[in-house]
T-cell receptor, first 112, second 115 residues
Framework: KQEVTQIPAALSVPEGENLVLNCSFT??????LQWFRQDPGKGLTSLLL?????REQTSGRLNASLDKSSGRSTLYIAASQPGDSATYLC???????????FGQGTRLTINP | EAGVTQFPSHSVIEKGQTVTLRCDPI?????LYWYRRVMGKEIKFLLH????????ESGMPNNRFLAERTGGTYSTLKVQPAELEDSGVYFC?????????????FGPGTRLTVT
């Protein structure tokens, strides 16, 4: 059974810092891994999708890496801004199953 | 292009009552998914439709939950009778094709509170 863990559960940093969010999964047989952002009371916004054959994806100040063999992914946020404050969720799609398995998320607060 | 929409945004009902949640996927998306997040837990898969057919309903917690997608357009999720542990946020997502090739787009969710 696939399980996804995100560490830390919460993180508070001053504005301008670079930071890394971690995601680990127990079964390397995945199609892809996605990072989402959720603002309070809002839905999920997809940030980056990494296919199993890829090592990383970049979008603006965000960079996500995937090490499938070790079951790990990181989301790197450069030059953090208060607007980056949100809950960040990692999800994998197991092979043979068209569904996402989520971690519990990391609640990120960027302090001005 | 409109995104995934869900109705209502918030529902408060008493234990034993019935509630029906609605999801309108992005136009043209044949794949529709329901997920939910109960307090303190991660978001969990409930079921997956391809057009009007249930492809995978392995995540449905029990027979008090009934999902339909008549005509392959919008979907409803009925909870009857509701229990306290059903409280949480119910998300709907849709994708153009099989999700290992196509991204899932999520709606804003319906917050269900059972008292």
């Amino acid at each position: 059974k696939q399980e996804v863990t995100q560490i830390p559960a919460a993180l508070s940093v001053p504005e301008g810092e670079n930071l890394v969010l971690n995601c680990s999964f127990t079964d390397s047989a995945i199609y892809n891994l996605q990072w989402f952002r959720q603002d309070p009371g809002k839905g999920l916004t997809s940030l980056l999708l990494i296919q199993s054959s890829q090592r990383e994806q970049t979008s603006g100040r965000l960079n996500a890496s995937l090490d499938k063999s070790s079951g790990r992914s990181t989301l790197y946020i450069a030059a953090s801004q208060p607007g980056d404050s949100a809950t960040y969720l990692c999800a994998v799609e197991p092979q043979g199953a068209q569904k996402l398995v989520f971690g519990q998320g990391t609640r990120l607060t960027i302090n001005p | 292009e409109a995104g995934v929409t869900q109705f209502p945004s918030h529902s408060v009902i008493e234990k034993g009552q019935t509630v029906t949640l609605r999801c309108d996927p992005i136009s043209g998306h044949d794949n529709l998914y329901w997920y939910r997040r109960v307090m303190g837990k991660e978001i969990k898969f409930l079921l997956h439709f391809v057009k009007e057919s249930k492809q995978d309903e392995s995540g449905m917690p029990n027979n008090r939950f009934l999902a339909e997608r008549t005509g392959g357009t919008y979907s409803t999720l009925k909870v009857q009778p509701a229990e306290l542990e059903d409280s949480g946020v119910y998300f709907c997502a849709s994708s153009q094709g099989a999700s290992f090739s196509y991204e899932q787009y999520f709606g804003p969710g319906t917050r269900l509170t059972v008292t």
